[in-house]
């Protein structure tokens, strides 16, 4: 008996603030024996998200609040080493939650099977997963965009808004996105194909958002909050739809901010702002992948992938870039 | 000729924070003649609402702003003195947009005909009007309440949140509202069948809506803002509709407020916030007078009207009382 070791990052402490390596442990422990619909999957990558920093709260959200002592949670791609489970076989590979660890054990119906023969196992974390289900979700569902409407984006240059800026830009809109620095902004014009950029970190965006959005903004969708969720509520037209999809500027806040104070011109535009996760859509997930795989494959929509090795140990660190704004791109760890 | 003499209250200064009495002019003028298609209406009531203090700001919303010197805007009620136009008789009562002063001038099609069958002619700035369409349109339109469902409204006691209480009790769902000082918590609940009542004057918001709403709350209709939004957004279920009708907390405010710290909660709760004027549903007014008409005859539906007398020049004074919190029903002024 020959037990596979798993390495684990355990939830070690609830962060103040931005979070410190400390807050996680590693710890080892063979592999659970899988019960009853069960199967055992090897972790290959790991989605590394803002999401993340909220699971760590004391505070139950759209799931529940980790525990200390708990593996911290995580989506995964990997491979069906041991089944128990009929729909699930040896050699599978699937996705679901299976957390920083190098092997998890999951009851079958919480996977999704993969097929690679759509797109290669990482897409399923970037534009086949999280990142561009999350991007689909918001922008379609919610965001309803038309051809000829004003479509802003915040964290454009990350791996769910720049999914947007170019599912937007399929659907006729023009977009222009908000990010941090002339790299990026670069990216999504040059790369992405926005019809603009506008830099966060280099003069107003009361100014820049009017200037670059002249007939005023029809879809907004924010991952940041802040500021730029003020700056952009002062430009939105009448029926705007402010897709809420996070508020990275307050995660890391260790007391509340402010709120966005011009939240009156909904009142005044007859204008929606709404959150949402993506888990809402489960349903119609297979139908969105295919959709998203036939423009992959056309070429319209693309995300790099930002891969980080050295498996789940680079976890804590890997976290924190997302929070310093110098990831490019979808960000994971490979661990196999 | 004995040219009736036509009192007008016009915008004399853009208020800064509160309103006063010098912010406006009383001036007197012949009435003008109506041009083609044009009446003159009699003015008999008009309609006192907060949502006049954001017209006097020097900031276009959902209607122009208003001009320095124009006549101040106001819902009123009518009877039609003189008609060119081919719809509308001598004789007819009519509401419309016609402003504080004693008759005015308007083209036909802007005006709506009243049926005083239905109703006494004053329930068409209260119940049949302003306060009981905006209750209509935002709750049952922008909230979508189904039986079983908790429903939170501040602002409990005014025309708007009366009229909103009772419409959501009528399609069976479990209503709270918020209100301040004893005697307002009383009255919605003695005499308008509220569930509950939260005095916001005395206790702690964050404590006492998740006491009367222990199942958390579906639809929160606001007409406040500032803490009381915050607080109830920490409550709200996931998929609640956060109905944003007013936010007279701000109104008078002359720096910006801070906004709704807890808006994350929309995205956590996967929740919507949507603003609205009742003027976007005008196509559906006719049928939803039908209804309420037939709810104030089955007793179900009412609202206390607060008739001022003492003409256009007592309008400053009673624009006020809104603002100080010491008007109970629907404020209008009677001026024939």
Same mark, same amino acid.
């Given at each position: 008996?020959?037990?596979? $070791? ?9 962060? $103040?603030? &931005? ?108 534009? &086949? ?12 569902? &919610? ?15 990350? !791996? ?140 319209? &929509? ?21 929070? !310093? ?12």
């Amino acid at each position: 008996m020959n037990e596979p $070791v798993n390495n684990q990052i355990r939830l070690a402490a609830r962060p $103040v603030g &931005l979070p410190k390596s400390s807050d996680w442990s590693l710890t080892q422990e063979p592999v659970r024996k899988p019960g009853a619909g069960e199967v055992v999957v090897k972790t290959h990558y790991i989605s590394v998200d803002p999401a993340m920093r909220g699971w760590m709260n004391d505070m139950d959200s759209y799931l529940p609040k980790l525990a200390l002592g708990d593996v911290m949670r995580a989506l995964t791609v990997g491979e069906v080493i041991e089944s128990h489970n009929d729909d699930l076989a040896v050699g599978d590979y699937v996705a679901g939650v299976g957390g920083v660890q190098d092997y998890a054990v999951v009851q079958g119906q919480e996977l999704m099977k993969i097929d690679l023969g759509l797109a290669p196992l990482q897409a399923y974390l970037n534009t &086949l997963g999280i990142a561009g289900l999350t991007a689909y979700c918001g922008l379609v569902k &919610l965001g309803e965009p038309k051809a000829g409407q004003t479509v802003l984006v915040s964290g454009a240059a990350g !791996s769910v808004g720049a999914h947007v800026g170019q599912i937007a830009k399929i659907k006729g809109c023009r977009v222009i996105g908000i990010a941090g620095g002339k790299r990026k902004c670069d990216f999504i014009v040059d790369e992405l194909g926005f019809d603009g950029a506008i830099d966060y970190k280099s003069g107003n965006l009361f100014e820049s958002i009017p200037q670059l959005c002249p007939d005023g903004v029809d879809i907004f969708f924010d991952n940041v909050g802040g500021d730029i969720l003020n700056a952009a509520l002062v430009n939105i037209n009448h029926s705007a739809r402010v897709v809420l999809c996070g508020g990275i500027a307050n995660y890391n806040a260790t007391s509340p901010n402010p709120g966005p104070a011009a939240y009156g011109m909904l009142i005044i535009r007859s204008a929606r702002m709404e959150g949402y996760i993506y888990l809402d859509y489960q349903d119609e997930w297979p139908a969105m992948i295919k959709e998203m795989a036939a423009w992959m494959a056309d070429g319209k &929509l693309e995300c790099p992938d930002d891969i980080v090795q050295g498996g789940v140990s680079v976890f804590p660190d890997t976290l924190l870039r997302l929070f !310093s704004g110098d990831n490019f791109g979808k960000l994971m760890i490979k661990v196999t």
